[in-house]
């Protein structure tokens, strides 16, 4: 369900920027870059695939926006010279594992993950020699050497269905301890050997205010992002990727709205994705109610419209992957596309 940007001229643009929440101080610089990277795209046959969490104006240059899943399935099937992955590191180093053809750029090289920090190839295999009846499955925030070492990739979108259907009764998860933690309760057919990595922003939400939020809030829907810890998934109305989520709003607002009855919303994850939200609702003249804190993912926020205009322009920071390592991360990212079917 990955969106295709409309590619917006110098007017749209400024339209956009002043609708934003915080339009920026300096407009005219700011659109004279934006154009610049437009320019570039199409001098270069270049795309951009952006992910919910980037920054307002990077999602105003980028072609397609989604969830991991999405941008994966459009950087495989793009015909485009250029990825330009306005994401984080495991997110372009995936794009080059299915698209090795392609030249694919990361603006930065801070735009990193704590989940993909948390595990290094010689773990995978201690586990592997720990386990060995196993079916050794990776969340997607892992390195291209990680996932060479495992047998199937999963993301926050398909990783219920995926797991389900591997033959094997154990299922190593990494490295995510959170996300294992609520498979091991929806699968209680498979035995779930999780292990110990978290992501910094989601492992901040806690159960502990939803009672407090919902007593203010009667129409209160708490939706949590896959990564939560077990604490606010069990006070939650729904939980999965980010792409679940904006599902979940667009069917629970129009149910609301034939109702006539209000609706608010929390949302457990960055706050990119509920800053896309509130401005897309209010555009077409139908503003949402959310509700909750604002936390920002330190690394997806170190990507931003100069550091793109500039990867761009000079075609770097190029993602590269050791053939031998790309192939067999190829095949786990390959089985989950064919379990998923
Ligand atoms: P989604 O695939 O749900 O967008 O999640 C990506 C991610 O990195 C969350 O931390």
Redesign the pocket.
């Known amino acids: 369900m990955a969106i295709e940007q409309k590619i917006l001229d110098r007017e749209g643009l400024q339209e956009a920027l002043l609708g934003l929440d915080t339009p920026p101080f300096d407009l005219e610089g700011t659109l004279d870059v934006m154009e610049e990277i437009h320019a570039l795209k199409r001098e270069k046959r270049a795309i951009i695939l952006g ?3 980037m920054r307002d104006g990077v999602k105003l240059v980028a072609d397609y926006l989604g ?3 999405d941008l994966s399935r459009i950087a495989r099937a793009t015909d485009a010279d250029i990825i330009l992955f306005a994401g ?1 590191h495991f997110m372009a180093e995936t794009a080059k594992i299915l698209n090795p053809g392609k030249k694919v750029l990361l603006p930065t090289l801070e735009a990193g ?1 704590s ?1 993909a920090e948390s595990i290094v190839p010689a773990d995978v295999r201690r586990l592997r020699g720990m386990y060995p009846q196993a079916a050794i499955a990776t969340y ?2 892992t390195s291209a050497a990680v996932k060479a070492e495992t047998d199937v990739c999963v ?3 398909n990783a219920r269905q995926v797991i389900s259907k591997l033959p094997q009764h154990q299922v190593v998860f990494i490295p995510d301890q959170y996300m294992g933690a609520n498979l091991k309760k929806e699968l209680p057919e498979k035995e779930i050997i999780t292990y110990d990595g978290a ?1 910094i ?2 492992e901040q939400f806690t159960g502990l205010q939803i009672p407090a939020l919902r007593a203010r809030n009667p129409g209160l829907r708490v939706l949590s ?3 939560c810890d077990p604490s606010i998934i069990a006070q939650s109305d729904m939980h999965g ?3 679940d989520m904006i599902n979940y709003i667009l069917r629970e607002r129009a149910a609301a709205q034939r109702e006539g009855k209000a609706v608010t919303f929390l949302l457990a ?2 706050c990119g994705l509920s800053s896309t939200l509130t401005s897309q609702f209010q555009q077409k003249g139908m503003p949402i109610d959310i509700v909750g804190p604002c936390h920002l ?1 330190p690394y997806m926020k170190k990507v931003d419209i100069y550091n793109v205009r500039d990867a761009l322009r000079d075609e770097r920071l190029e993602i590269t992957v050791v053939e031998g390592i790309r192939i067999r991360a190829y095949q786990s990212l390959q089985r989950m596309f064919e379990l998923m079917s």
């Open positions: 992910h919910w969490y969830d991991s899943l984080v993950c989940l997607i925030n993301t926050s979108a992501c922003l989601h992002h896959y990564e990727g980010t792409n994850t960055e993912c």
